[in-house]
């Protein structure tokens, strides 16, 4: 179901949003979806520049996660 949802999210899929809104676990899958993404901009960080640069862009992408999300649903 996770992986449905991050695929009809890409193709922005209009019914998607209405179903999230809905579903009391999309929380969750929401949170999940964002560790994700950073450990994945960790791991391409670290590439770059190595342990130091894996850790900053999982913080970074968590962070920045965070702070979008709460300036949208003010």
Do not use: H
């Given at each position: 179901?996770?992986w449905?949802?991050?695929?009809?999210?890409?193709?922005?899929?209009?019914?998607?949003?209405?179903e999230?809104?809905?579903?009391?676990?999309?929380?969750?899958?929401?949170?999940?979806?964002?560790?994700?993404?950073?450990?994945l901009?960790?791991?391409?960080?670290?590439?770059?520049?190595?342990?130091?640069?894996?850790?900053?862009?999982?913080?970074?992408?968590?962070?920045?996660?965070?702070?979008?999300?709460?300036s949208?649903?003010k």
């Amino acid at each position: 179901m996770l992986w449905e949802r991050m695929v009809r999210a890409a193709k922005l899929d209009p019914g998607l949003y209405d179903e999230v809104e809905r579903d009391v676990s999309a929380t969750t899958q929401a949170l999940l979806v964002v560790v994700i993404v950073a450990v994945l901009s960790g791991i391409g960080g670290g590439i770059r520049a190595g342990i130091i640069g894996l850790i900053g862009a999982v913080i970074s992408a968590v962070v920045g996660s965070f702070a979008g999300s709460r300036s949208i649903s003010k």
